[in-house]
């Protein structure tokens, strides 16, 4: 009787260990799923970040560039203006010149505060409405000047 009980208990015992051992290797793959699952999502998280790294690096250099680009630029306006104040300092500059100048070239001169000679105006540009008066110059079919809106 004894062996039988000890063959039961161990029987038992056996069974138990066998149970556990399912529960444990469950467990396990449950676990093994998860490490894969963060593994993944660990080496996609580390691709972006490198890809990331590349695409701040590649804007810091355009920015740089960029950068160094502008100083030139500026350094080739400053350039231009000052041997624009030469050649008005000397009178080298002539009307027609000037009217031949960009509307940009003149605009960055104003910005920089060169003041430009104003040209001087001929007979026949000076504006006709001066001596003829507004009313010569109405559109055919447009109400006089004089007359009242209602």
Known sequence: MERECRCLELEERVSKAEE????LETELQKRN????????????????LVEQMMVN??????KEVAENEA???KRKFE?????FRKLDEIGVLRELELESLD???KLGLELAKV???????????QDDLSRKGLAYHQVSGSPYITTPVK
């Open 33 to 48: 799923k998860d490490f894969e699952s963060l593994e993944s999502r660990f080496k996609e998280s580390e691709e972006e």
């Open 20 to 23: 556990s051992y399912t529960e």
């Open 71 to 73: 100083k030139d630029w």
């Open 115 to 125: 003041k430009l000679p104003i040209p001087k105006k001929t007979e026949s540009c």
């Open 57 to 62: 690096r590649t804007v810091e250099y355009e």
């Open 79 to 83: 350039n231009l203006v000052d041997t």
């Open 103 to 105: 509307e940009n070239v």
